[in-house]
């Protein structure tokens, strides 16, 4: 994708605007990204950033309880929201006609939330995010793997060390008081983005964004970040989990540099090459030639606030021989590097998965709010193919041997059905 001109503006406020314009079709995106996950949690108040991405459907000031989804769906709007370690984001794409209403309804409820925040609404979204932890996560077979394995891999009490679904136990312990807080800490405009993409008028879309957005306050200055570093993991730690699942399994993660540098490009190449696929190594050692899996994946989850994670998953009924293999495919992977056709899938893959990304309204706004939230730069998104050419095979080679060492993981086993 050719760079698109952006038109960047701060309000008084601190709120970040990014408008680009795409007149294909008569629709425009709107994306706003709050500076705020699960790492930004305190103790005893897990799962709480997400518990808010469903408390700010349930009405503000001028909003009543259910309207917010029902004046979007009236307009013809696709629309949701989701939550990560790093930020909570919320997004509609309307018909181009319909754009002031969907930034005054987030106006409305950036700025007036609290007003509808009743108990009522908190103990029904608590009943709804523990449901969707029963349902996603505890009673779904191998569910919880990557929980347990962020425990494993971060200490405790590192910003990562637990997943934004959350506990129920602190969901238990919420109060309206934590959320007043949580609301007023985080969100304010000074700690969001907001993009706009699609067939609109930059200067008319910044004048709305004015209008709608202006007059809220800056709220306090965000509280200091407490440091996502962690390095390459040394030794492997392991737990056996005797669990009901239809397969014996292993899981593995491994830590991976910081998003944000050219090395993570290296790395993330590494790993779609290692078992991104049924082309990849991993593939064609367990499943084709040992036949000691019936599936094999791995991907990356980067954090631009600490080290990005690199998972390995593998369904089959000896997981100490896939253990083995694993190790072996990493030590012959360190030393060798890639061959020229690895190098090139890999890169043809990840520039597949920029386009896929970016081709829509609605996926470009989401990453222009992404790289101005996490890298101070939202044109940054259109040189992501570019930064993935030109990894050599030798930097792949390097980051394996530095980041996917046999020796330096955590991992989950998991037994047989009982």
Not at 319 to 345: S, T
């Amino acid at each position: 994708m050719a760079e698109q001109p952006l038109h960047e503006h701060t309000l008084g406020n601190g709120l970040r605007v990014v408008v680009c314009e795409d007149h294909v079709v008569p629709l425009a995106a709107v994306n706003i990204w709050y500076g705020v996950g699960s790492r930004h949690e305190r103790a005893g108040r897990t799962g709480l950033a997400h518990l808010f991405e469903h408390l700010m459907f349930q009405g503000s000031a001028n909003v009543a309880e259910g309207e917010h989804a029902a004046l979007l769906e009236s307009a013809g709007a696709a629309f949701n929201a989701s939550t990560s370690f790093e930020r909570t984001n919320y997004y509609e794409t309307v018909p181009v006609s319909h754009l002031d209403l969907a930034l005054w309804l987030e106006a409305d409820r950036m700025g007036t939330l609290p007003a509808a925040l009743t108990q009522a609404n908190l103990d029904n979204q608590r009943d709804v995010v523990k449901n969707e932890r029963r349902q996603r996560y505890d009673n779904q077979p191998y569910g919880t793997a990557f929980e347990r394995l962020c425990a494993l891999t971060f200490p405790a009490g590192h910003p990562y060390a637990h997943t934004p679904i959350g506990s129920m136990e602190d969901l238990d312990a919420t109060t309206l008081e934590d959320c007043a807080d949580f609301f007023a800490t985080w969100y304010a405009p000074g700690n969001a983005v907001l993009s706009v993409v699609g067939d609109v008028d930059p200067e008319k879309t910044l004048a709305a964004v004015e209008r709608y957005f202006g007059g809220l306050p800056a709220g306090p200055a965000k509280p200091p970040s407490r440091p996502g570093e962690l390095g390459p993991l040394t030794g492997v730690r392991e737990e056996t989990l005797d669990e009901d699942v239809p397969s014996p399994a292993y899981f593995a993660m491994f830590t991976l540099p910081i998003d944000g540098g050219d090395d993570v490009e290296a790395a993330e190449l590494a790993v779609e090459i290692l078992g991104g696929g049924s082309g990849s190594r991993l593939y064609d050692r367990m499943v084709r030639r040992d036949e000691i899996a019936t599936e094999v994946w791995a991907g990356v989850t980067r954090l631009a606030s600490g080290q990005s994670l690199a998972i390995v998953d593998a369904i089959g009924p000896e997981p100490d021989k896939i253990a083995a293999v694993l190790d072996e495919e990493l030590e012959r992977f360190a030393a060798d590097g890639p061959d020229a056709d690895e190098a090139a899938r890999a890169t043809a893959q990840a520039e597949r998965g920029f386009l896929e990304q970016t081709e829509t309204v609605t996926g470009l706004a989401n990453a222009l709010s992404q790289n101005a939230t996490q890298f101070d730069d939202p044109a940054r998104v259109f040189t992501a193919p570019g930064r993935a050419a030109a990894v050599t095979g030798d930097a792949i080679k390097e980051m394996a041997g530095r980041w996917l060492a046999p020796g330096g993981r955590t991992a989950l086993t998991y037994g047989g059905a009982s």
